[in-house]
């Protein structure tokens, strides 16, 4: 299977996510945060009338996004009929996968198993396949539910 | 009965409609030829459609008549009194027709013949007298009004109102692409008003904008309705149900201008009426109980609605017997619905929760009004379907309120936007009662442990921070300090939330917000401002509850009382208390005060001969200014009317709206006084209203700004242009315009003079030097203070030619 994939930087390692559930890339602007929210929802940002739920995947895989650089461009995903900003290191390109995403022996380590997929070989080289709806969620259900 | 058939049925019933009025029109005025057309129209559509049917008679009638009329459309026959009979014979047969294809029923057999005959020329009108008898009545009204106009060739025949049937995600779609165009013309304004007056793109931009805020009117109806549509049907159900069960029923309804989508409308029509039905049946009591219990002999059913955000909350609440925990109780243990053991853990809420679930109804006797089956559960089901929810509370003996919650997947609400720091909010209007401005004294703010208190209209009522709420940051402004919003639960629970600021109010797009961000619980929706920034709307309902704030059992029926009792037991007129310049303590009467307003003092202009506040645009007469400078940056005015004219006062402090208890005693030395009385054992000056108007009201007018034209540089656009701006001008921005008053280089002043050009206005001159020649015409281009004096003193004589215009 040939699947386009966008490929992004979260907390340094490569990911992707799969193009179909991308909607566009845009700049992001001005966050208006949202109080009594978890950590990892950075706020809401305006798409043309849409409000975007800014969704900062570093934290909600649970790492510190002060250790990494920030894109100013954010992935915009649709999950259940909510659009969301997805904010990342940094966007790197499209490209194709080659086979369907698999898991590794060993895992990928407790933050990342939650919100992978699995591993999927890409023209460019390997990454981890994200779960959208568990970036989403963000760790601090995943914390509940375990 | 397939969509086709029921878009025929619509169609015809249309048409129906809007000739019904033609055909009268027609047979006031045989020769009429634009109504012939029109009749002719109708049946011919009417034939063409049926060919898609199986309807022979129908299309038989329209065929016949649409030959009749063609003739006299080609000339052929001159219509007269019978023909028209008869054609009208036979819309009136068209209409019953599609009555009864409607209904999937079969029309009586025979009676076309004749109708048809009745078109040949020269027939006898036998069975047209008939029908044109049995059309009278209904169109009585409208004929006379129709003969009254002799001439009706002129005028044009009306096109007939159609209608399409459209899926709603596609009117979704073109509603957010107008949202959007909203946006992207908000964004272009902003860059146009950067980049300064262009007059080539102002002009079409204006009219875009105009066309837009159209449209968006436009969409806004297609999908929304008020509410009252489904209200309005209640009074009589009300009535009926009340007199056939001998009871009497007063029916309160309040909230009728909420808007919800149409379709949502439909879906509540029938578990309203259901949990109305159920107040009438098992709620209120028969009078002769009622007057035993010492209660009113009528029972007062009230039904409100209210928005917040993405729901719509209906309270419908009786002030009936209520609801007995242990019948319901009972009666769930017998069904075996819970077991006792479970029954002795259960709260009286959740017990009463009971009555929604299947197979529940607790009258004893079934009456011929509810309790047939369908039950509550019915309804809840219903309303869950749409994603909505029910609730019921209920005190023994006072009655019963049932809380419907339904949901807007879109909706347009009034709101208000509010700041904490740097943050806004909205809040749905429908909720706020009122607004009390920090330094107000009425607020009495005091803390009781934790939580905080204000008094308002003589009560303590909880308050709370905003800041609080979110757990943001706490501001810089103390708590005391915080504006206050009133706000007033459907359930007519009353609290205060503080907030730094007011910031607007307008109309708010709600969209819903991803269930990460909801299940905060103190947000409803989010909205995006002008500038395209979201704002989150608050759940004024969540936030009340998460704070026991919101009490469902206290009954809305029982607190009306008490408040229609308050107010018979004062009829004392109020007066709004402040402290004058002088220190005096003075009092206006409160139907005269229409605001409060802060103005800095920039908008106070003492040039004319007689002070001059400009207050949201307009110029109004100013009083009660202190001789001498003023004494703080703002000023603090009372905006007063007396329906027409207005003014304002300016005031040192305001104290209160107070109630004037005590005597007036009149004053005659000073016509401005109407009287001194006393409020909490002071005196107090009450200005004396009409003398107050007599001398110094006006008509406001809005405030036209003088136009200035400015230098075509660059540097007077960017810097010259908000300077003019900000001295209240309107800066000229094309050759036509008439300007009061002009700046001008000095050179080109000189190369204008030498040109004998004519200077229509006032002329300032600017110089590129500090100091130079002509110093006292002109004025150095960076001379704030100089240009600010010159462009007030221009202004003052612009104004004084045009009062004299």
Same mark, same amino acid.
Request: charged share 25%.
């Given at each position: ?37 978890? $950590?990892? /929802?950075?706020?809401? =940002? ?6 975007? &739920? +800014?969704?900062?995947?570093?934290? #909600? ?27 990342? $290191?940094? /966007?790197?390109?499209? =490209? ?6 698999? &898991? +590794?022996?060993?895992?990928?380590? #407790? ?36 | ?805």
């Amino acid at each position: 299977m040939n699947e386009l994939l966008v490929m992004c930087q979260i907390a340094g390692r490569r990911c992707a996510f799969r193009a179909n559930d991308v909607q566009s890339v845009i700049e992001i602007g001005a966050i208006t945060p949202v109080p009594r929210t978890p $950590d990892h /929802i950075a706020g809401l =940002t305006a798409l043309r009338s849409q409000a975007l &739920t +800014v969704i900062d995947c570093r934290r #909600a895989i649970g790492f510190d996004p002060q250790a990494y650089s920030l894109d100013h461009r954010a992935i915009v995903v649709a999950s259940s009929g909510y659009s969301y900003a997805l904010r990342i $290191d940094s /966007i790197e390109d499209i =490209t194709s996968a080659i086979g369907e995403p698999g &898991t +590794v022996p060993g895992g990928f380590g #407790a933050e990342w198993s939650n919100a992978a997929s699995g591993l999927v070989e890409t023209r460019t080289g390997p990454a981890l396949m994200m779960d959208l709806s568990a970036l989403i969620a963000g760790q601090v259900s995943i914390e509940n539910a375990a | 009965m397939d969509d086709l058939l029921a878009d025929f049925v619509a169609e015809t019933r249309e048409m129906l409609e809007a000739s019904a009025g033609e055909i009268v029109a027609w047979e006031a005025d045989p020769a009429d030829r634009a109504r012939l057309d029109t009749i002719f129209r109708f049946v011919h559509t009417v034939k063409g459609n049926c060919g898609f049917f199986d309807f022979p008679r129908l299309a038989g009638l329209s065929h016949a008549a649409e030959d009749a009329l063609a003739d006299c459309r080609a000339g052929r026959r001159t219509p007269d009194a019978e023909l028209v009979t008869a054609v009208l014979a036979i819309i009136d047969r068209i209409a019953q027709m599609v009555d009864v294809i409607e209904a999937g029923e079969e029309f009586p057999e025979g009676g076309d013949e004749e109708l048809i005959a009745a078109l040949e020329p020269g027939a006898e009108g036998v069975t047209g007298d008939a029908v044109a008898a049995e059309l009278e009545p209904e169109v009585g009204p409208a004929s006379t009004e129709d003969g009254n106009s002799p001439a009706p060739k002129k005028t044009e025949a009306p096109a007939a109102q159609r209608s399409i049937r459209l899926p709603v995600d596609l009117l979704d779609r073109v509603m957010s692409g107008v949202s959007d165009m909203v946006l992207a013309r908000n964004d272009l304004a902003h860059r146009l008003r950067q980049a300064g007056t262009q007059p080539t793109i102002d002009g079409p931009f204006e009219r875009l904008t105009t066309i837009l805020s159209d449209v968006r009117d436009a969409i806004t109806r297609m999908r929304m309705q008020r509410i009252e549509t489904l209200f309005s049907a209640l009074p009589r159900l009300a009535r009926d149900l009340s007199n056939e069960l001998g009871k009497q029923v007063l029916i309160d309804l309040e909230g009728g201008d909420v808007e919800l989508d149409r379709e949502m409308i439909e879906m509540i029509r029938d578990p309203l009426t259901h949990i109305i039905r159920n107040a009438i049946d098992h709620g209120i009591e028969k009078p002769s109980d009622r007057l035993a219990m010492d209660k009113r002999e009528t029972g007062l059913l009230s039904i409100a609605a209210r928005q917040a955000g993405n729901t719509i909350s209906i309270v419908v609440s009786d002030d009936g017997r209520g609801l007995e925990e242990e019948k319901i109780a009972d009666k769930a243990v017998k069904t075996g619905l819970i077991s006792a053991a479970h029954r002795s853990e259960m709260s009286r809420d959740a017990i009463l929760q009971l009555v929604f679930e299947p197979g529940f109804s607790t009258a004893e006797e079934v009456s011929n009004v509810s309790g047939r089956g369908v039950g509550l559960d019915v309804v809840r089901d219903n309303l869950e379907r749409v994603g909505g929810s029910i609730k019921v509370s209920s005190t023994p003996g006072v009655g019963t309120l049932f809380t419907l919650q339904i949901p807007l997947t879109l909706s347009i609400i009034a709101g208000l936007t509010v700041e904490i720091g740097e943050q806004r909010f909205a809040i749905p209007q429908s909720y706020v009662e009122e607004i009390i401005h920090a330094s107000s004294k009425a607020l009495d703010f005091t803390r009781a442990g934790e939580n905080a208190l204000v008094t308002f209209r003589d009560t303590r009522v909880p308050c709370l921070m905003l800041t609080d709420v979110l757990g943001a940051e706490e501001g810089e402004i103390p708590a005391e300090q915080r504006t206050m919003v009133m706000l007033r639960l459907a359930s007519g629970d009353l609290f205060a939330l503080a907030v730094d600021r007011i910031h607007s109010h307008g109309d708010l797009v709600v969209k819903p917000l991803a269930p990460a961000v909801m299940k905060a619980g103190v947000y409803a929706g989010s909205t995006l401002l002008d500038d395209g920034q979201p704002v989150l709307l608050l759940d004024v309902t969540n936030i009340a509850s998460q704070h026991q704030l919101a009490s469902d059992a206290r009954s809305r029926v029982f607190r009306g009382a008490e408040e229609e009792k308050a107010k018979s037991e004062k009829p004392a007129s109020r007066a709004m208390l402040f402290t004058d310049f002088d220190g005096r303590r003075c009092a206006v009467r409160l139907e005269l005060v229409q605001r409060i307003e802060t103005a800095p003092v920039s908008a106070i202009d003492l040039t004319g001969d007689r002070p001059r506040a400009v207050i949201d645009g307009v110029i109004l007469p100013l009083v009660g200014l202190p001789d001498g400078p003023l004494p703080a940056e703002k000023v603090r005015l009372l905006r007063l009317t007396d329906g027409s004219g207005q003014l304002v006062h300016a005031v040192r402090e305001i104290d209160d709206a107070v109630e004037l208890t005590d005597t007036l005693k009149p004053v005659d030395t000073d016509p401005m006084i109407e009287a001194v009385t006393l409020v909490e054992g002071k005196t107090v000056t009450l200005i004396d209203g009409h003398a107050l108007f007599a001398r110094h009201g006006e008509v406001p007018e809005a405030a036209i700004k003088p136009v200035c034209r400015i230098p075509q540089t660059e540097w007077a656009s960017t810097i010259l242009a908000p300077l003019v701006a900000a001295a209240g001008y309107e800066i000229a921005d094309d050759q036509e315009t008439d300007e009061d008053v002009a700046i001008l280089f000095d050179d080109e002043y000189q190369a204008a003079l030498a040109l004998d050009v004519e200077f229509a206005a006032p002329v300032i001159r600017l110089r590129d030097i500090p100091e130079g020649a002509n110093m006292e015409e002109t004025v150095y281009r960076y001379d704030r203070e100089g240009l600010v004096a010159a462009l007030r003193s221009a202004s003052g004589a612009a104004r004084a030619s045009g009062s004299n215009r």
